[in-house]
């Protein structure tokens, strides 16, 4: 197995998650925030929009984001290993490059999409550096035990939350009661008035957007920050770093392990998963059933994620669909510059200083828009990178973290595009 071998293995894999990430994120930027927390919310969850929620919420639903977490730990210590006994040093290197990470998050989250992971992936991987040093094994056992903690965390907080509720909703509540129960459920219960005010304000101009958009951003940034998504991410990025220690991202493993990871993730998780979702659907997607179940479906989440990594990687070693795999690897080599031009993309199709579609599509129609996309990325990534040695965000943030300009432009393509 040669180094080309493992650099397209990982590439491919983080083409994968790229893509499927924005089956979630889509529904955050075409409809009213709380669509991606409940169906119910908006954009229709009867028929086609049921099915589209369940598969996605079996499939993708934190998954591709787990997954992408992952890689970016795998990517970390790919580019401190490289960067060993060199001038400037993995340490220097790595918190340029988080230090820029996290400019480009903060603009991405207030100016494209409030559901932005780069502030999230420098704060994690700022941390998670610290640690890399750490057994494989032992990195890879306290990343599940702070993802399972986090379910025990939420399961907790759903039974305060079932408890609040009922004291609220009692005839002799108190004032204080009540208010407690609209602060803390406002979450699970948001008023269809947050999402009028959504509609006016993506379908108005580019202020009007950005006001609404900084808001949610800034609740993501704090709220969600701190109680869940940075967590999430330190514990998940410590299991990356300890499976590409042990070769799981470089093919170091054998396709019958391969095989394994593959059956438990799809033959137990999806089927645990896929219950839960039908459990959800036959209490009416009820808040609390939904944010409860939420929480037990983190549980098969990573088992899920590793088995679509382990697909994968089986294709790749497989030499099967070459074609496929080349394009899956442009894609992840520059997954920066098309996650962040996704982000352009959506924001041009969906808000009323583009073509205006917020809110105007049911869940399942989202899908057309993501068929494009991804269609896009898959014609254009190849063909840039047998052109240019970076995606054009990869290119900024490297010339960046380097202080100086990076070559570019390649000299000759070395082959035509596929």
């Known amino acids: 197995m040669t180094g080309n071998d493992r650099h397209i293995s990982i590439d491919a894999v983080r083409g994968v998650a790229v893509l499927g990430i924005l089956l979630m994120n889509i529904v ?149 009661i009540r208010k407690a129960w609209s602060e803390e459920g406002f979450l699970l219960n948001p008023p269809a008035s947050f999402g009028e005010g959504e509609l006016r304000a993506y379908r108005g101009g580019f202020l009007d957007a950005l006001k609404a958009r900084a808001f949610v951003a800034a609740l993501m940034q704090t709220v969600f920050l701190i109680n869940s998504s940075l967590p999430e991410a330190i514990a998940q990025m410590m299991i990356g770093v300890g499976l590409y220690r042990l070769g799981f991202f470089t093919l170091g493993w054998s396709s019958r392990a391969y095989a394994a990871v593959a059956a438990l993730g799809w033959g137990v998780g999806m089927p645990v998963t896929a219950w839960l979702a039908w459990r959800i659907v036959q209490s009416g997607v009820e808040p609390l059933v939904l944010h409860d179940l939420g929480y037990w479906g983190g549980l098969p989440r990573p088992f899920i994620a590793l088995a679509h990594a382990s697909g994968i990687l089986l294709l790749v070693r497989s030499g099967a669909v070459g074609w496929l795999v080349n394009r899956l690897a442009a894609a992840g080599r520059m997954a920066l510059s098309n996650y962040l031009g996704t982000s352009i993309l959506t924001s041009l199709v969906f808000c009323g200083y583009g073509l205006g579609l917020y809110g105007r599509l049911q869940r399942f129609e989202l899908y057309y828009v993501v068929a494009a996309i991804w269609l896009l990325i898959l014609l254009w990534s190849r063909p840039w990178m047998q052109r240019f040695h970076y995606g054009p965000f990869e290119w900024l943030w490297r010339s960046l973290v380097r202080w100086k300009p990076q070559p570019f432009l390649k000299r000759a393509a070395t082959q035509p595009p596929a």
């Open 28 to 176: 955050g930027m075409g409809l009213p925030t709380f669509a991606y927390i409940t169906p119910t919310y908006y954009g229709g969850h009867e028929g086609a929009n049921l099915w589209v929620w369940a598969v996605n919420y079996v499939v993708a639903d934190g998954k591709m984001r787990g997954l992408f977490t992952m890689l970016f730990g795998a990517s970390m210590m790919l580019i401190a290993d490289r960067a060993e006994g060199r001038i400037p040093g993995p340490a220097s290197i790595h918190y340029r490059r988080v230090f820029w990470l996290f400019v480009f998050g903060m603009i991405h989250a207030y100016f494209l999409f409030f559901g932005d992971i780069l502030v999230t992936y420098a704060l994690a991987g700022a941390l998670v550096f610290l640690v890399r040093r750490w057994s494989p094994r032992l990195l890879i056992l306290i990343g599940a035990v702070g993802l399972a903690l986090m379910a025990a965390k939420g399961l907790y907080d759903g039974a305060h939350l079932a408890q609040l509720r009922e004291a609220a909703q009692a005839p002799d509540a108190s004032e204080a």
